[in-house]
């Protein structure tokens, strides 16, 4: 046998080891491929439902939106009259209601001194004053 025949069979092993070796790759990657599609086939068998229930989900969201900005609106009404009533509660009877409170005190405050003895008078250089009230001047206020 010469050298060349030597190398000439060396190659032929070296070229059956790589067929080989490509061929088991091959089928690895065959049975990689139909794991993949048998996986990608499920995962859609079972998406479709769930996207279809998502759509139905958000339809329903979409809709309880509607309604809640719907409510939001009425009570946005609500509060603007319930505002513009209060003020107007406010301005036609705060004003009298203070003037007949003011009246009341100073009613109850007459009937309260008609008992009492009369307060004694002092007298400055001349001059009579009245006797001093509970509270003072300093007290008092102007009222518009």
């Known amino acids: 046998m010469t050298g060349g025949e030597v190398a000439g ?36 068998e079972q998406a479709v439902p769930l996207l279809a229930d ?11 939106l509607a309604r809640v900005d719907a409510i939001a609106s009425d009570v ?6 319930a505002s513009a009533l209060s003020s107007t509660v406010s301005s036609a009877f705060g004003g009298p209601l203070v003037k007949v409170a003011a009246f009341g005190y100073g009613v109850r405050r007459a009937i ?12 400055v250089v001349g001059r009579t004053l009245p006797a001093a009230r509970r509270g003072g001047r300093r007290n008092r206020r102007s009222k518009d």
């Open 76 to 81: 946005q009404e609500v509060t603007a009259n």
């Open 112 to 123: 309260g001194r008609k008992g009492a003895p009369p307060e004694p008078k002092r007298t």
């Open 9 to 44: 069979i060396l190659v032929a092993v070296f070229w059956a080891i790589l067929v080989s070796f490509l061929a088991l790759v091959l089928v690895r990657l065959a049975q990689t491929l139909k794991a993949t599609t048998r996986m990608v086939a499920e995962v859609s």
């Open 54 to 64: 998502a759509s139905a989900t958000v339809r329903s969201a979409h809709t309880q």
